[in-house]
């Protein structure tokens, strides 16, 4: 492979319930699965496990907060130990479920709030970080965020994640989804997208399962990719 080769993951988030899964699975490079707190349960982990045994999509952990009303996007005042007790309990299910299948969980990405938050409240990337480390697990999170300052300081291995479809801030932040424009849908502004994370030097770019349009959106990013030449390649 050339030294100028651009390479960069896809994941998704998955084993919430939806119907999409397996569609978006041939389209993706690795996979965050739901722990069965903020959605999904175990007879979905199964069935989503069983079909990702059958591929090269490399399985992380997807933790939230135990909130299904509100999908795990409610923000919760928890502290830094209660944080890593729901991501290790949660992480440990799901790792106990992958070995019955041959697989092992490689990578931890928090969901919704627990995501939200933990990029920009020191106490919270504190608790996510602490269960990393007692999990021996990279993190995904955002760029020139708190959670990357701290994963930095603390030695945890840190993945740097964007996002194709979601509008950013000048500062880097994701514009809330409660705010108009928040979603990107013009073809050509998401591919302009796609090239700036990857110049920049994003590890992995995200596909949110839950969105009816997932597989559409999946197969946009994979032909963007190809446009550009550049290779979609695992992280781990």
Not at 16 to 39: K, M, Y
Not at 100 to 118: D, I, S, T
Not at 132 to 144: D, E, F, M, Y
Request: net charge negative.
């Amino acid at each position: 492979m050339s030294l100028t080769t651009r390479q960069v993951d896809l994941n998704a988030d998955l084993g919430e319930g939806f119907p999409n899964d397996r569609e978006i699975l041939d389209l993706v490079s690795s996979a965050s699965l739901a722990c069965a707190a903020h959605a999904g349960d175990r007879t979905i982990a199964v069935h989503t496990l069983r079909e990702m045994s059958q591929g090269h999509v490399v399985l992380g952990a997807h933790p939230g907060f135990a909130d299904r009303v509100h999908f795990g996007r409610r923000p919760m005042p928890l502290s830094t130990e209660a944080i890593q007790s729901l991501i290790l309990g949660q992480v440990e299910w799901l790792s106990e479920i992958a070995a019955e299948v041959g697989m092992q969980v490689r990578y931890l990405k928090p969901h919704g709030a627990l995501y939200n938050q933990a990029q920009c409240e020191v106490e919270v990337a504190d608790g996510v970080l602490a269960a990393a480390s007692r999990l021996r697990l990279p993190v995904l999170g955002q760029p020139g965020s708190v959670l990357e300052e701290r994963a930095r300081t603390l030695g945890v291995p840190f993945i740097t994640e964007g996002f194709p479809d979601r509008r950013y801030r000048d500062d880097g932040r994701l514009v809330s989804r409660s705010e108009p424009g928040a979603v990107l849908t013009d073809p050509e502004a998401v591919e302009a997208q796609v090239v700036r994370l990857v110049d920049q030097g994003v590890a992995t770019l995200c596909i949110h399962g839950d969105d009816p349009r997932a597989v559409a959106n999946a197969r946009a990013v994979r032909s963007v990719l190809e446009r550009q030449a550049i290779v979609v390649k695992g992280f781990v």
